[in-house]
């Protein structure tokens, strides 16, 4: 039965704008503060409107996750109690799109932008984690050909590559990107860290890879592992970078 317009969720798309813009001189931060024992995705003060991704969802269900597509790419994300919603994003020179859905998936809103400061870092390499479960914590782990590993303990990489945020209370995204991946093999690892006290939930993790975001070869590959227990640790893929 399909709802009357005056009754469906209503959503906007405050930020990013439609059109055209420069980011250059912009502060954008990507990799945010973890404040435990409760850590989730949001916007840090003094983040520029261009590394923002932000709006409100009237008459949204309440207690369920809207969906986020950012460039095909599509995520659970969380919705505060007044229906508004707000996370950083790093996007890439060139043209971007984002797309919010309500919680229902009956109303939505889009919006495309092309970013023409050609001096932008790009994430060569974006690795986006997303589950699809509230209260439980899983943990990205990225493993690159150089030895290095990218996790909640140890963020930052030292050839520049960084996870964002270790999100503790549910549905993600934890995101790893690196603007000079060294080539050769990796590997994206999903932990189960805890689910509070149902120890029994499942929630069914995905992993989105993308590589040479915003050029003639990119590549988007995404894929869907249920997490069973707490303490499972899951080798989701392993993939070489020529």
Do not use: C
Not at 41 to 56: K, M
Not at 107 to 114: E, K
Not at 189 to 210: F, K, P
């Amino acid at each position: 039965m399909l709802l009357p317009l005056w009754a469906q969720a209503q959503v906007t798309i405050d930020a990013p704008k439609s059109g055209w813009r420069n980011s250059a001189g912009a502060r954008e931060d990507y990799t945010q503060a973890v404040n435990y024992p409760a850590a989730s995705v949001n916007l840090q003060p003094g983040q520029a409107e261009t590394a923002q991704i932000r709006g409100r969802i009237a008459g949204a269900v309440k207690g369920k996750p809207a969906t986020l597509v950012v460039n095909g790419v599509a995520m659970p994300m969380e919705v505060g109690e007044d229906g508004s919603y707000g996370r950083p994003y790093g996007f890439g020179s060139g043209s971007n799109s984002v797309e919010v859905r309500s919680p229902d998936g009956r109303s939505r809103a889009r919006t495309q932008f092309v970013d023409s400061y050609q001096g932008k870092t790009q994430a060569r390499l974006r690795i986006v984690l997303s589950w699809d479960s509230a209260g439980t914590d899983l943990d990205l782990h990225v493993v690159t050909p150089d030895g290095g590993h990218a996790w909640y303990g140890n963020r930052v990489l030292k050839d520049g590559g960084a996870l964002d945020v270790d999100v503790t209370t549910g549905y993600g995204p934890e995101i790893f990107s690196s603007a000079a991946p060294v080539k050769g093999n990796y590997h994206a690892y999903v932990n189960y860290y805890g689910s509070g006290e149902n120890t029994a939930m499942l929630t069914v993790a995905r992993i989105s890879i993308i590589t040479n975001e915003g050029t003639p070869r990119e590549k988007l590959q995404s894929f869907q592992v249920p997490m069973r227990a707490a303490g499972e640790l899951t080798l989701v893929k392993s993939f070489v970078l020529p």
